[in-house]
């Protein structure tokens, strides 16, 4: 089993910044890409950018050039930094973990969410 924690949500003003955390435990060996999504009230959830082993990245069109994901495999730890925050950003943030066999999704692991609030 993977376990992944979020760590760093909370309320801030629009055009503020905010950095969030997920360390994962366990059977990490099982985890290839990571990423984090959000959830809004009333909406899907979505995926905000995700980060492979290797450190390419990739990033929802609404988020590019204000959040960047990055990845520390010695601390087990992925990283999302907001900038420029709007009150549209905010949302339930969750960490995601893909456990993949080549290009076959084998299981995603979630987090427990990190709630994200930003003011107008």
């Known amino acids: 089993q993977v376990q992944l924690v979020e760590s760093g949500g909370g309320l801030v003003q629009a055009g503020g910044s905010l950095r969030l955390s997920c360390a994962a435990s366990?059977?990490?060996?099982?985890?290839?890409?990571m990423g984090w999504y959000r959830q809004a009230p009333g909406k899907q959830r979505e995926l905000v950018a995700a980060i492979t082993n290797s450190g390419s990245t990739n990033y929802a069109d609404s988020v590019k050039g204000r959040f960047t994901i990055s990845r520390d495999n010695a601390k087990n730890t992925v990283y999302l930094q907001m900038n420029s925050l709007k009150p549209e950003d905010t949302a339930v943030y969750y960490c995601?973990?893909?456990?993949?066999?080549?290009?076959?999704?084998?299981?995603?692991?979630w987090g427990q969410g990190t709630q994200v609030t930003v003011s107008s």
């Open positions: 995601n973990g893909k456990w993949k066999s080549g290009s076959i999704l084998r299981r995603d692991y």
């Open positions: 366990g059977a990490i060996f099982l985890i290839n890409d």
